[in-house]
């Protein structure tokens, strides 16, 4: 089996799985009780967020725990906007963010906010001058994606940052840091980011949990009301087990991030070469190998959908994903893709190849090995009269 849709979501670590056991088992106790059962689990969220908050420049009493990327994303944007509605009712994102961002900013433009959406240019980066010219004194929010989950692209998220604050010092800058955390270098401080998103299963952590940084000057409507746990900005019993995993991956994955991230640009490079030079017609989507995330390729096969690529390749035991994973509840073209100028066809035609820590480089020979006997065979068949198109 390949797996090559990392991206989409990682294999926990053998350790995380052991550890998470081994806290479910053992320190099941409500970190809200009073009792030792109680201040063992609230130890272990304890423990996780000193380390978060040692990552990201921040105090330990900045994270917040959620129940994952896109609730992260909603709070950071809902809970931000509403709170300063009254300061400001522009809100600024980019044509490119992950649904769980996008779609926040429509529910608040039906709710009266005025939403711009930022252009970027063909290989995804956003217009830094676009930018500096939407901000006004209405503005409270900025909301900006480091690396784009399809493309790869990876903002320049100091400029971003230095840009906003710049023009506005009270607009408040946030970053889906989802496809970023623990795989591209973060400085949260000088970047000036005041709200940062995690998602655990992106790092080899579990599903159903992630993090929100949030500068503690910066006040957040709850989206979750209850008991007021996590100083109330979100209420419910954490998940203890999942914040430790996430925090045992993150561990792992940054205490070894320089072999990690060299690795994978070398993956990715080899796939990247083994295709486009081995494969006629095909053409990468986004920016250059080295300019893009070192786990993020995403490859046009002219000719062939995309889900007819991805399903003869899954035959081959050879997992990808033919857009953003998220995504596929919808039948919507990618937004990503399409914002970079690709037409209708080449919508079509896209495969995103995500690499992860347990890819070898037998793993992207044999991949490249399919390719080649597939994308032939496919074109065959679909090009009318076996002819390009
Ligand atoms: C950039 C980005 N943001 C947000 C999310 C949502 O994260 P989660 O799956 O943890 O809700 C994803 C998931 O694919 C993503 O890639």
Do not use: W
Request: proline fraction near 3%; charge should be neutral.
């Amino acid at each position: 089996m390949i797996y090559l849709d990392n991206a989409a979501t990682t294999q926990p670590l053998d350790i995380v799985i052991d550890k998470m056991m081994e806290v479910m088992k053992e320190d099941y106790g409500n970190p809200s009780s009073y009792h030792k059962m109680g201040l063992d689990a609230e130890n272990h969220i304890k423990e996780a967020s000193n380390f978060f908050a040692r990552q990201l420049q921040c105090s330990p009493e900045e994270i917040v725990y959620t129940s994952g990327g896109t609730e992260s994303n909603n709070m950071a944007i809902i809970g931000t906007a509403l709170a300063y509605k009254r300061s400001g009712m522009r809100i600024i994102t980019s044509k490119i963010e992950h649904d769980s961002v996008s779609q926040a900013f429509r529910f608040l433009e039906e709710e009266g906010f005025e939403v711009i959406y930022l252009d970027v240019d063909t290989n995804g980066y956003i217009d830094k001058e676009e930018l500096s010219s939407s901000i006004n004194d209405q503005t409270s929010l900025v909301s900006i994606m480091h690396v784009n989950n399809e493309l790869g692209t990876i903002q320049n998220i100091e400029e971003i940052g230095r840009t906003i604050k710049n023009k506005n010092k009270n607009t408040f800058f946030h970053v889906d840091a989802i496809q970023s955390f623990a795989k591209v270098p973060i400085n949260r401080r000088k970047s000036q980011i005041d709200l940062l998103s995690i998602s655990g299963h992106k790092i080899y952590g579990p599903k159903g949990v992630g993090l929100l940084y949030k500068n503690k000057n910066l006040l957040t409507r709850p989206l979750i009301h209850g008991g007021g746990q996590q100083r109330g900005y979100r209420s419910g019993t954490e998940n203890v087990a999942g914040i430790v995993g996430m925090h045992i991956a993150a561990r792992e994955i940054i205490s070894d991030f320089d072999k990690y991230t060299n690795e994978l640009y070398s993956l990715k490079e080899g796939l990247a070469n083994g295709i486009i030079n081995n494969i006629e017609d095909t053409y990468i989507n986004g920016p250059k190998v080295k300019d893009g995330a070192p786990h993020i390729l995403n490859i046009g096969f002219k000719d062939i959908k995309s889900e007819v690529l991805l399903h003869a390749l899954e035959s081959s035991n050879i997992y990808v994903s033919s857009g953003s994973a998220c995504s596929t509840n919808r039948q919507a073209y990618s937004q990503s893709l399409k914002s970079i100028g690709r037409n209708k066809e080449e919508l079509d035609e896209a495969i995103r190849f995500s690499l992860g820590i347990n890819n070898k480089e037998s793993d992207i020979d044999q991949t490249i090995l399919v390719l080649e006997k597939t994308v032939p065979m496919l074109r065959k068949v679909l090009r009318p009269g076996g002819k390009r198109r």
